[in-house]
């Protein structure tokens, strides 16, 4: 009975006023994808844009990909007077988000038909700002929250940024039914301030020790100061680069065990992305009606993902994070089965439902998991270069692991080929049985709120 009481009080991580600004700024983080994405192919082809222009503007997206190149400005660099009133992430967070209302503003007020480079050059500009307010939001959850509520913080973050696309792309198609493009674009973009408003009231993540960046500056500035051609200003300048760019490099690898922790990393939803890569292709050529896959494989499928958030950050407050690991890794491996049995069943419409809300469930869960686990990794002294590291390291990795899928179906037929990505899921449980073996590697840092 103490044990079910304890597992049902781990709903209340919920509650706490930390996890339930996070929801919002994961809104704030999704709503702007899909303005440079989706939204602006529409207004593009409303406007007479021709199709090779629209195809040009995937491009747009470029600095989500690239967001780590700047990361260590937002670790190191101070905002003056937004900084000394607000701290590092609440000033930066004010100034991203200053940035990307002013260029969703610019956006909104551009003629994509009489000048479209003026519009590319706005779009580009949100892009960037966005990817800018991404890094501040995930360095201010992982340091606002203590290591047992980064599940909960990492299932809001998701389910937020996924309304907030929801709001962004299927939200603004409706409204532009009523309204000028220009106006929902300013619309939109107010809904941003929400976001502003919230870590104003939650406040600044506690002031932690940076022992280990302040160790290497002081070391870099040390060596440097004994070179006279090197000393002064210039001198300084080098040491606040060495710690900025090199420092979380360092640090991560002075880990124990931190090239299975990168392996790990890559190949924890590798048998998940597999099957997933190549499901609605999957669901057509099984005869599945396309309407079905809409309702079933879509809609219901989204709800069983934020489903499965929810239930991974509940699961890790009751249970810990390498179990919680453990668990959805497992059930990840076992959804995958299910596509076997559907490819050998057929058209079932009922398995179809079984199948996708098992394995959308399971992959929420597990995203939980991993994003949690990514937050737990970081050094406070590098909490939003480390967080830009790992996760696109893990969003490429995916996605060029996957990209044989497609070769492999053909090869094997589908019922083998999703039993081999059943298989592909043992490599990333096996890591994680060896990262789990006493001294191993080095233990993660608690971070008490």
């Known amino acids: 009975m103490d044990r079910l009481r304890a597992w049902l009080a781990a709903f209340a991580v919920y509650r706490d006023r930390r996890v339930l600004a996070i929801l919002v700024l994961g809104f704030a983080s999704g709503l ?7 939204t602006l192919q529409a207004w593009l082809t409303d406007s007479g844009t021709s199709l090779k222009a629209i195809g040009l503007f995937a491009a747009i997206g470029t600095p989500y990909t690239l967001k780590f190149l700047w990361a260590p400005l937002v670790d190191r660099l101070d905002l003056s007077l937004l ?3 607000l701290g590092r992430r609440r000033g930066w967070l004010i100034f991203s988000q200053a940035l990307l209302l002013l260029a969703i503003c610019g956006l909104a007020l551009s003629d994509p038909g009489q000048a479209l480079h003026i519009t590319a050059f706005w779009a580009l500009a ?3 700002a966005s990817a800018t307010q991404d890094i501040v939001i995930d360095a201010w959850r992982v340091e606002i929250l203590d290591e047992r509520q980064l599940a909960a913080g990492a299932a809001s973050i998701v389910f937020g940024y996924r309304i907030g696309m929801l709001v962004s792309s299927a939200g603004a198609l409706y409204a532009s039914a009523y309204f000028a493009w220009p106006v929902v674009y300013l619309g939109l973009g107010a809904l941003l301030l929400l976001g502003t408003l919230t870590v104003l009231l939650v406040g600044e993540p506690p002031a932690r020790p940076r022992e280990d960046a302040e160790r290497r500056f002081a070391a870099a500035q040390a060596w440097l100061d004994q070179r006279p051609h090197l000393g002064g200003a210039l001198a300084k300048l080098t040491a606040w680069l060495y710690v900025s760019l090199a420092g979380p490099f360092a640090q991560f690898m002075s880990r124990r065990g931190w090239v299975a922790v ?3 990393v890559m190949l924890f939803k590798l048998g998940d992305s597999l099957a997933g890569a190549l499901a609605t292709s999957f669901y057509l050529k099984l005869g599945f009606a396309r309407q079905d896959i809409a309702e079933i494989g879509k809609l219901y499928g989204f709800g069983a993902t934020m489903l499965g958030l929810f239930l991974g950050g509940w699961l890790m407050q009751a249970v810990g994070l390498y179990r919680s690991l453990w668990f959805c890794g497992l059930l990840q491996m076992g959804s995958n089965l299910l596509f076997a049995a559907l490819a ?8 179809l439902a079984l199948t996708v809300g098992v394995e959308n469930l399971a992959g929420g869960m597990g995203t939980a998991a991993l994003v949690a686990y990514l937050s737990a990794l970081c050094n406070v002294a590098y909490t939003a270069t480390q967080y830009a590291l790992l996760s696109s390291l893990t969003a490429v990795a995916r996605t060029w692991l996957s990209a044989s899928a497609g070769y492999l179906a053909e090869s094997l037929g589908w019922p083998l080929f999703f039993v081999l990505t059943t298989v592909a899921a ?6 994680l049985a060896w990262l789990m073996r006493p001294g191993a590697t080095t233990r993660l840092v608690e971070k008490s709120p």
């Open 344 to 351: 050998m069943r057929g058209p079932d419409l009922w398995f």
């Open 262 to 264: 990168l392996l790990f």
């Open 32 to 38: 702007p994808l899909a303005l440079t994405g989706q």
């Open 426 to 431: 043992l490599p990333g449980l096996a890591l």
């Open 126 to 128: 949100v892009a960037f």
């Open 83 to 85: 900084t000394r009133r």
